[in-house]
């Protein structure tokens, strides 16, 4: 998600939860994303779509999205990603957590939520708090909206 503020673009990343995060700050951050249903395989959209609303609350509707295309991160993971302008009320909703072993080798189980911040920032902060990888789409969303304006 993206706004412009004061005229400045402004882009919307998350920071992950649980403990291995907590302390974690530049390239730890991500676009909000996920794995993809067997059924959403056709339409990566709709996962985006859906992850978007299961980590944050918020409802990913636009009339128009604009395609971004997909990086590679450095555990293998290809992410496709879309942008669509939006603001965001500050409130956090994640809906989806993820349950580890903590303390480590303890055998006891907790669950954290997947989501423990998120915020807007300028392109120039985002790239420094987000993936590394990810930060080439925050570049193309940036080309594509300079060449539309």
């Known amino acids: 998600m993206y706004r412009f503020k004061n005229k400045a673009l402004e882009v919307f990343i998350v920071h992950p939860g649980g403990p291995f995060w907590k302390n974690k700050d ?3 951050w991500s676009i909000p994303k996920g794995e993809v249903n067997d059924d959403e395989k056709e339409d990566l959209l709709k996962t985006a779509k859906r992850e978007f609303n299961e980590e944050t609350g918020i409802e990913a509707s636009s009339e128009s999205f604009v395609p971004l295309g997909n990086v590679t991160l450095k555990s293998g993971k290809c992410v496709h990603a879309w942008a669509f302008k939006g603001d965001w009320s500050g ?10 072993e903590y303390p480590p080798r303890s055998g006891k189980f907790k669950k954290f939520p997947e989501v423990d911040k998120a915020s ?11 993936n590394p990888a990810q930060s080439l789409l925050i570049d193309r969303l940036a080309l594509i909206l300079a060449k539309s304006s």
């Open 26 to 28: 530049d390239g730890a």
């Open 120 to 130: 807007f920032f300028s392109p120039e902060i985002a790239k420094k708090k987000i």
């Open 91 to 100: 409130v956090l909703m994640c809906q989806s957590f993820v349950e580890i």
